[in-house]
């Protein structure tokens, strides 16, 4: 017992109570006006928001149907005729926007799918909708929902939602000035290519970064028919529930150990009920380039589109996830562009999405100055505000902003592949294999073995990145996401990978836009994966850093699965032991092969974990092959006058030079 001569109240402590009370001394008892039993908790907190920069507005935008969308909004302070960006998502609008606890809207977006500075410094309304099927917004969710049509019967889809979206935001942010731009990465860059599909008129320029665009020939799921199996992760996240909260889970660190258990990339979705999932069950029922895939993709659905749009397409160099996409939509659009003031291209030395972080470097490889940032400053921000801002002045882009590697330098071309800015042509120039794995521009001799030759063991599978490979989840930023500029050394080593390399070159050789692979091989199974890469190979030292001294640095590099070898729609047995033609394009360079350098190809037959192995005896479907059907084979590349091997590369030649 204490007692306070000031108050003359004695304390009195009861151990055995709840409720602590007061007394007088006259044994009077005084209690505390909070009832024990009341709820603390506000039935509906009402935030102040004080100190706020923006303000933040949650609402459900109706669609056609009647479905109801989950968009935040957010408002800058005092904004008055601003534009609005608009970004649509699969990944959580909610999570999109809430980055940080900070009042100010810079860290609050600061993360994926937010060019920060050019929002914030531009005081853009931005606009975060949750598609239809996931998180807060309702209906049913469609892996990449096709346009109404054969694959899509529904009057609903990405192009109208964008619309229905659009016009209630101009029509209910008093703030806005009524013109909106759409931008967004990968999966959130193909849905402002949907946007442009009979676009809103208040839709006045679309940004589609590293977009998803075919998702079989060379973007997500397949790379000319190779199943990249490492992306069953991404199908189960995505597609098992609508908050992405049933995960995707490892039995082995080590990700080439856990496919190898399962043996087939059917029968590990088959143990992990992966077949509960419906877009895993479209791609079981469609391994080849049939109408499933090409009716969806959108370089060839947007060439049958009139141009209403201004539409800045992003394209990484070295992106892991959809390095086919940007390049291909160019392509299928510019003809149609005749006033060059419509499809814009911008091309960077980067991984998937790193535009929007720090471009200075990726992996060892530097670039001596932050690529990324320039990219946002002089290049995105001043293009979306010539379009969205009243009174802003045109931004002067070329059509094509290219960053050439080697020199480490900007570009401004009229077109794509271009080669320089003026006074140049593209050569296609066959490099060949020869004998002794020797590689030039000179053509193969009749002299030395018509052939190099290994053995491909599905038992023994090349890793594409250096082991242990651990799931994607867990290893984006270090490894995934670098891994095509992992040094190539250990692959160059195995007996199972043919390693070509030129003499060092004594003056620049510049390559730009797509090397073509034309290989003459046989393989003693019926079936067989071709795995081609183009390689820098740097001097044995490097001055200032040390770790690059010969380094083999992939330039471009590909897949291609040879059952798809005569059509990719229907895929056929390889006559064993015969030498047949194999043609395919590699994704685009532009790159400067620097003096004292050696290009090197290298070939092989396995890319493994990534993508599923080939048992190198036809099945009818790679996914369901049994444990017999791997086999060893002997694979040929033949380099003679008549069956020469080579890689078409895209040569810059000065005019007159």
């Known amino acids: 017992m204490a007692k306070n001569p000031a108050l003359n109240l004695t304390v009195v402590f009861i151990l055995c109570c709840s409720t602590p009370f007061f007394t007088d001394g006259s044994g009077s008892q005084a209690h505390s006006q909070t009832k024990p039993s009341t709820n603390e908790t506000p039935e509906k907190l009402v935030p102040t928001n004080y100190g706020y920069d923006h303000d933040r507005r949650t609402v459900m935008i109706p669609m056609r149907d009647g479905v109801k969308l989950h968009t935040v909004i957010l408002v800058p302070n005092g904004a008055k005729n601003a534009p609005i960006l608009l970004t649509r998502t699969p990944y959580d609008a909610d999570a999109l926007t809430n980055h940080s606890q900070s009042a100010h809207l810079g860290p609050r977006i600061y993360g994926y799918d937010n060019a920060t500075e050019v929002i914030v410094d531009g005081g853009y309304i931005r606009a975060v909708q949750d598609i239809r099927g996931k998180y807060e917004s309702e209906g049913e969710y469609v892996m990449n929902r096709p346009l109404h049509g054969p694959w899509n019967s529904t009057a609903v889809d990405h192009a109208t939602d964008t619309y229905d979206t659009i016009e209630w935001l101009i029509k209910n942010i008093p703030e806005t000035n009524g013109k909106v731009g759409i931008l967004g990465i990968s999966y959130d860059g193909f849905l402002p290519l949907m946007a442009v599909v009979r676009p809103h008129p208040a839709l006045k320029v679309s940004v589609a970064m590293n977009p998803m665009v075919d998702g079989w020939m060379g973007d997500d799921w397949f790379h000319h028919g190779a199943f990249r199996q490492q992306m069953m992760s991404y199908f189960y996240n995505q597609e098992a529930t609508r908050d992405n909260d049933a995960r995707w889970w490892t039995t082995h660190y080590d990700d080439y150990d856990m496919f190898m258990e399962a043996g087939s990339?059917?029968?590990?979705?088959?143990?992990?009920?992966?077949?509960?999932?419906?877009?895993?069950?479209?791609?079981?029922?469609?391994?080849?380039?049939?109408?499933?895939?090409?009716?969806?993709?959108?370089?060839?659905?947007?060439?049958?589109?009139?141009?209403?749009?201004?539409?800045?397409?992003?394209?990484?160099?070295?992106?892991?996830?959809?390095?086919?996409?940007?390049?291909?939509?160019?392509?299928?659009?510019?003809?149609?562009?005749?006033?060059?003031?419509?499809?814009?291209?911008?091309?960077?030395?980067?991984?998937?999405?790193?535009?929007?972080?720090?471009?200075?470097?990726?992996?060892?490889?530097?670039?001596?100055?932050?690529?990324?940032?320039?990219?946002?400053?002089?290049?995105?921000?001043?293009?979306?505000?010539?379009?969205?801002?009243?009174?802003?002045?045109?931004?002067?882009?070329?059509?094509?902003?290219?960053?050439?590697?080697?020199?480490?330098?900007?570009?401004?071309?009229?077109?794509?592949?271009?080669?320089?800015?003026?006074?140049?042509?593209?050569?296609?120039?066959?490099?060949?294999?020869?004998?002794?794995?020797?590689?030039?521009?000179?053509?193969?001799?009749?002299?030395?073995?018509?052939?190099?030759?290994?053995?491909?063991?599905?038992?023994?599978?090349?890793?594409?990145?250096?082991?242990?490979?651990?799931?994607?989840?867990?290893?984006?930023?270090?490894?995934?996401?670098?891994?095509?500029?992992?040094?190539?050394?250990?692959?160059?080593?195995?007996?199972?990978?043919?390693?070509?390399?030129?003499?060092?070159?004594?003056?620049?050789?510049?390559?730009?836009?797509?090397?073509?692979?034309?290989?003459?091989?046989?393989?003693?199974?019926?079936?067989?994966?071709?795995?081609?890469?183009?390689?820098?190979?740097?001097?044995?030292?490097?001055?200032?850093?040390?770790?690059?001294?010969?380094?083999?640095?992939?330039?471009?590099?590909?897949?291609?699965?040879?059952?798809?070898?005569?059509?990719?729609?229907?895929?056929?047995?390889?006559?064993?032991?015969?030498?047949?033609?194999?043609?395919?394009?590699?994704?685009?360079?532009?790159?400067?092969?620097?003096?004292?350098?050696?290009?090197?190809?290298?070939?092989?037959?396995?890319?493994?974990?990534?993508?599923?192995?080939?048992?190198?005896?036809?099945?009818?479907s790679i996914f369901w092959a049994k444990p017999e059907d791997y086999r060893k084979a002997i694979h040929r590349v033949y380099h003679t006058p008549k069956e020469a091997s080579y890689i078409e590369i895209p040569v810059v030649k000065s005019e007159g030079g």
């Open 265 to 620: 990339a059917g029968e590990l979705g088959r143990r992990r009920g992966l077949e509960q999932v419906g877009f895993w069950r479209k791609v079981l029922e469609h391994p080849a380039y049939d109408a499933f895939w090409r009716d969806q993709a959108m370089d060839r659905i947007l060439a049958a589109e009139p141009l209403k749009v201004p539409l800045m397409l992003v394209h990484s160099l070295w992106d892991q996830e959809d390095i086919y996409g940007a390049p291909a939509v160019y392509k299928a659009l510019k003809p149609k562009d005749t006033r060059n003031d419509k499809v814009f291209l911008v091309i960077g030395p980067w991984h998937h999405g790193q535009e929007i972080g720090d471009g200075s470097a990726l992996g060892p490889i530097k670039f001596n100055s932050n690529t990324a940032y320039f990219f946002r400053q002089e290049i995105l921000a001043p293009f979306l505000a010539q379009y969205l801002k009243d009174g802003a002045p045109r931004a002067n882009l070329p059509v094509v902003s290219a960053f050439e590697t080697g020199t480490n330098r900007w570009l401004q071309l009229s077109d794509w592949p271009a080669g320089c800015e003026s006074g140049c042509t593209i050569t296609p120039t066959p490099f060949y294999m020869d004998d002794s794995s020797r590689a030039g521009f000179a053509p193969p001799s009749d002299k030395g073995q018509p052939y190099d030759e290994y053995i491909s063991d599905p038992a023994k599978p090349v890793p594409y990145r250096r082991r242990p490979i651990p799931s994607l989840d867990y290893d984006y930023e270090e490894g995934w996401s670098k891994w095509l500029v992992d040094d190539q050394r250990e692959a160059s080593g195995r007996p199972d990978v043919l390693a070509f390399v030129s003499k060092e070159l004594t003056a620049p050789l510049k390559i730009s836009g797509q090397p073509m692979v034309n290989l003459i091989a046989s393989t003693s199974g019926t079936d067989a994966d071709w795995v081609v890469k183009l390689i820098d190979v740097y001097p044995d030292e490097v001055a200032g850093q040390p770790g690059l001294g010969g380094y083999q640095l992939m330039v471009s590099a590909d897949i291609f699965r040879g059952r798809y070898r005569e059509s990719f729609e229907l895929p056929k047995a390889i006559s064993s032991n015969q030498p047949l033609p194999y043609r395919w394009a590699l994704p685009h360079a532009n790159h400067v092969f620097l003096p004292g350098h050696r290009i090197m190809v290298q070939i092989q037959s396995s890319w493994f974990p990534l993508y599923d192995r080939n048992p190198q005896t036809f099945v009818p």
